[in-house]
């Protein structure tokens, strides 16, 4: 999937642990845990806006996308 989740990048950065954040936000560690290695299909925008405010962020330094070859194509063909 071409959406990446730098979750833990962020928690680096704000020298926080998963588990104050998973607290902090009302989630299981498991569920914190399944969101940063990318195992999960989606995300709620409640979760995810509870999770800027804590880390003091915005959902792009959570969230990013990367494009592959084959959404280049994609795209190239619906233009």
Known sequence: MPIRVNLDVMLAR???RAKYLAE???LSETQL???RT???RGIRFDTLAKICLIL???PADILDYEFN???R???NEEQ
């Open 24 to 26: 902090q936000i009302g």
């Open 56 to 58: 003091d962020c915005k």
């Open 73 to 75: 194509q994609r795209r």
């Open 38 to 40: 990318e195992k999960v």
């Open 69 to 71: 070859e084959l959404d």
């Open 14 to 16: 704000r020298k926080m």
């Open 33 to 35: 845990s399944m969101l």
